[in-house]
Nanobody, 128 residues
Framework: QVQLVASGGGSVQAGGSLSLSCAGS????????MGWFRQAPGKEREGVAI???????TYADTVKGRFTISKDNARNTLHLEMNSLKPEDTAMYYC??????????????????????WGQGTQVTVSS
């Protein structure tokens, strides 16, 4: 089973930036449907940014204008550029793709209920 590994997290002050990367344990992360999710303590896992097979990105309202999702076709990796970070961005960040059960729709919505293994996340901590 393919597992995705997120990396690049860390601790920054509010207003700072971080760049996350995601790679598959067996190489490709799948470029059909990919996304970043996060889960803060005591909260449900939420979608942060989704990139569908057509290259259309959809963002959660809370990160619009601050986060950018992108893919590297040559390296088969997924990235999340996070700027103007806020304390409320503190969470464990995970990546997902069609290979791990993420499903994208043409209207920008997605399904994550089929994902059973979220792989290795990366912690992002933003201090005020």
């Amino acid at each position: 089973q393919v597992q995705l590994v997120a990396s690049g997290g860390g601790s920054v002050q509010a207003g700072g930036s971080l760049s996350l990367s995601c790679a598959g344990s067996r190489g490709s992360v799948s470029l059909v449907c990919m996304g970043w999710f996060r889960q803060a303590p005591g909260k449900e896992r939420e979608g942060v940014a989704i990139l569908d097979g057509a290259g259309t990105a959809t963002y959660a309202d809370t990160v619009k204008g601050r986060f950018t999702i992108s893919k590297d076709n040559a390296r088969n990796t997924l990235h999340l550029e996070m700027n103007s970070l806020k304390p409320e961005d503190t969470a464990m960040y995970y990546c997902a793709s069609a290979l791990t059960g993420l499903r994208c729709s043409s209207d920008g919505t997605y399904r994550k209920d089929l994902i059973t293994d979220w792989g290795q996340g990366t912690q992002v901590t933003v201090s005020s």
